[in-house]
């Protein structure tokens, strides 16, 4: 051929390519915001369309979302829409027959036409009905975003993501007036629960029952809470306390958050996320004993703290897992702190306020810690030497306790790791939890050389506090008036050991 032919053929196919109309390559994408979360059941909370228009442009928006009545359900009165769009065929329908809601929006030509990454297109609040894992799906065939390209409508959406919510944990309580502090006001709102209070003498909680049904053995459990305040100066968040307790109050464990100096862990507006790892042991596996999960605003403690301040709790989530998945522990600072020579590096905390200190001790029989109480007014402490442990936040820690106890009843013992010096986050185990309305057994009283030893196990994930080491005191906490006067608790042995931070 020619370079006149090749010079031709050019041309013509240039002329060609001028007039054939160009293929764009749409990528608009329709979405929900959130698109996935775990909601408390019986709450309502509002889920937004939103549209992605990649490089182009929308003057129409048709919406037909698809949900499980059984699951969730939209609520009347709550459909809102942009108001950009000026063209309103339908500002929201709920069609409670074919189970979907449907928006029909436009806007004036194509001056006014509509683009962007993250296009609010509407609103709708729905309420779940009860716990159970759902979707909001889109109809493909009936959901488009369209351009007008030579006259003619063109869908430019080609990706639709649906949405995925799970809804549990229905039937909160709020506690009763505790004592002589004031009681929070709590409201269920947009898929929150709240505690809110009203001065520097507010106790309270949010609690569920059985929310740990017929917890297994050699399991660990992550109730994880998502929780904010209405504090934008973080010192100024109320102490807030998460809690697991066995129906038979024979383990209780906990983590409280103090917003300490310029409240380093506390939460602010957006939520944080808390983590409670608990493992119920020994009593609180008794055949029938579920698990109650609390939250408990203490705004009693930081004179620095907001008096009108709110707490929020978005979402709990309640994992397990088999610690023997958990994989090999790593023990931590040279092996265990063992009593055989006397107290080594530890410390007892003599008298605390107008409690009544234990008798503390080095028992050279049973080689091990003592706490002796001889009213029901005791209060006190073992610790190790508080900058033994440099605290890693990227670890999850087991405490494992080697104690006994003498008594015509067991006393509490609680087992605790903290951020020290600051204390922005201290996390608990005890057994048992006193209550007065409990009557404890009364086998006669053992003396200490016939005390039967049990390992007893602590988790703890610091992911907040910034102290940094990490402080351990096991506590003897004879308070309550049913409980044995003349009680004994023994630590032989403490070990500290880590975890890889386990997934769920």
């Given at each position: 051929?020619?370079?006149?032919?090749?010079k031709?053929?050019?041309?013509?196919?240039?002329?060609m390519?001028?007039?054939t109309?160009?293929?764009?390559?749409?990528?608009?994408?329709?979405?929900?915001?959130?698109?996935?979360?775990?909601?408390?059941a019986?709450?309502?909370?509002?889920?937004?369309?939103?549209l992605?228009?990649?490089?182009?442009?929308?003057?129409?928006?048709?919406l037909?979302?698809?949900?499980?009545?059984?699951?969730?359900?939209?609520?009347?009165?709550?459909?809102?829409?942009?108001?950009?769009?000026?063209?309103?065929?339908?500002g929201?329908?709920?069609?409670?027959?074919?189970?979907?809601?449907?928006?029909?929006?436009?806007?004036?030509?194509?001056?006014?036409?509509?683009?962007?990454?993250?296009?609010?297109?509407?609103?709708?609040?729905f309420?779940?009905?009860?716990?159970?894992?759902?979707?909001?799906?889109?109809?493909k065939?009936?959901?488009?975003?369209?351009?007008?390209?030579?006259?003619?409508?063109?869908?430019i959406?080609?990706?639709?993501?649906?949405?995925?919510?799970?809804?549990h944990?229905?039937?909160?309580?709020?506690?009763?007036?505790?004592?002589?502090?004031?009681?929070p006001i709590?409201?269920v709102?947009?898929?929150?629960?709240?505690?809110?209070?009203?001065?520097?003498?507010?106790?309270?909680?949010?609690?569920l029952?059985d929310?740990v049904?017929?917890?297994?053995?050699?399991?660990?459990?992550?109730?994880?809470?998502?929780?904010?305040?209405?504090?934008?100066?973080?010192?100024?968040?109320?102490?807030?306390?998460?809690?697991?307790?066995?129906?038979?109050?024979?383990?209780?464990d906990?983590?409280?958050?103090?917003?300490?100096?310029?409240?380093?862990?506390s939460?602010?507006?957006?939520?944080?996320?808390?983590?409670?790892?608990?493992?119920?042991?020994?009593?609180?596996?008794?055949?029938?004993?579920?698990?109650?999960?609390?939250?408990?605003?203490?705004n009693?403690?930081?004179?620095?703290?907001?008096?009108?301040?709110?707490?929020?709790?978005?979402?709990?989530?309640?994992?397990?897992?088999?610690?023997?998945?958990?994989?090999?522990?790593?023990?931590?600072?040279?092996?265990?702190?063992?009593?055989?020579?006397?107290?080594?590096?530890?410390s007892?905390?003599?008298?605390?306020?107008?409690?009544t200190a234990?008798?503390?001790?080095?028992?050279?029989?049973?080689?091990?810690?003592?706490?002796?109480?001889?009213?029901?007014?005791?209060?006190?402490y073992?610790?190790?030497?508080?900058?033994?442990?440099?605290?890693?936040?990227?670890?999850?820690?087991?405490?494992?306790?080697k104690?006994?106890s003498?008594?015509?009843?067991?006393?509490?013992?609680?087992?605790?790791?903290?951020?020290?010096?600051?204390?922005?986050?201290?996390?608990?185990?005890?057994t048992?939890?006193?209550?007065?309305?409990?009557?404890?057994?009364s086998?006669?009283?053992?003396?200490i050389?016939?005390?039967?030893?049990?390992?007893?196990?602590?988790?703890f994930?610091?992911?907040?506090?910034v102290?940094?080491?990490?402080?351990?005191?096991?506590?003897?906490?004879?308070?309550?008036?049913?409980?044995?006067?003349?009680?004994?608790i023994?630590?032989?042995?403490?070990?500290?050991?880590?975890?890889?931070?386990?997934?769920?």
């Amino acid at each position: 051929m020619s370079k006149t032919q090749l010079k031709a053929l050019g041309l013509v196919i240039l002329f060609m390519l001028i007039l054939t109309p160009m293929i764009l390559p749409y990528s608009g994408v329709l979405k929900f915001d959130p698109s996935s979360k775990t909601y408390l059941a019986g709450n309502k909370f509002d889920i937004q369309a939103k549209l992605d228009t990649g490089p182009d442009k929308v003057v129409t928006v048709k919406l037909t979302i698809g949900f499980d009545p059984t699951i969730m359900k939209p609520v009347v009165g709550t459909l809102v829409y942009n108001p950009v769009f000026t063209l309103v065929l339908n500002g929201g329908t709920i069609d409670n027959v074919k189970n979907v809601v449907t928006f029909n929006l436009g806007v004036q030509g194509a001056i006014n036409a509509v683009s962007g990454s993250d296009v609010y297109i509407a609103k709708v609040q729905f309420e779940a009905v009860k716990d159970g894992t759902t979707a909001l799906t889109w109809d493909k065939v009936n959901s488009s975003a369209k351009w007008v390209v030579s006259g003619t409508p063109v869908n430019i959406v080609t990706t639709y993501n649906d949405g995925s919510y799970t809804f549990h944990l229905a039937g909160w309580k709020l506690t009763g007036k505790v004592n002589g502090f004031d009681l929070p006001i709590e409201s269920v709102a947009n898929g929150a629960l709240s505690l809110q209070s009203l001065s520097s003498n507010t106790f309270g909680f949010w609690y569920l029952d059985d929310a740990v049904v017929e917890p297994t053995s050699n399991t660990l459990y992550r109730a994880r809470y998502a929780i904010k305040s209405d504090q934008t100066d973080f010192s100024k968040a109320p102490t807030f306390r998460i809690r697991y307790n066995a129906a038979n109050f024979m383990q209780g464990d906990f983590v409280q958050v103090n917003s300490n100096d310029t409240g380093d862990a506390s939460p602010g507006t957006t939520e944080k996320i808390y983590d409670l790892y608990f493992s119920p042991q020994y009593d609180a596996l008794a055949p029938g004993v579920n698990g109650t999960l609390s939250f408990d605003m203490i705004n009693i403690q930081n004179p620095t703290d907001a008096t009108n301040a709110t707490l929020f709790v978005d979402y709990l989530q309640l994992d397990k897992k088999a610690i023997a998945d958990l994989g090999t522990p790593t023990v931590v600072n040279s092996g265990s702190y063992t009593f055989t020579a006397g107290q080594g590096t530890w410390s007892d905390s003599a008298t605390l306020g107008t409690f009544t200190a234990p008798s503390y001790n080095w028992d050279n029989t049973e080689l091990a810690l003592t706490l002796e109480s001889t009213d029901t007014n005791t209060f006190g402490y073992w610790q190790n030497k508080q900058d033994d442990v440099a605290i890693d936040h990227n670890v999850l820690y087991q405490l494992r306790v080697k104690a006994a106890s003498a008594a015509g009843g067991q006393p509490t013992m609680r087992a605790r790791m903290y951020d020290h010096p600051t204390n922005h986050v201290n996390s608990s185990f005890q057994t048992p939890v006193w209550k007065t309305y409990e009557k404890p057994p009364s086998p006669p009283t053992m003396a200490i050389s016939q005390l039967t030893y049990h390992d007893y196990f602590a988790y703890f994930h610091n992911k907040e506090g910034v102290g940094p080491y990490l402080g351990i005191a096991i506590d003897m906490i004879n308070l309550d008036t049913t409980a044995p006067a003349d009680a004994t608790i023994a630590i032989r042995e403490v070990e500290l050991s880590t975890f890889v931070i386990p997934t769920f």
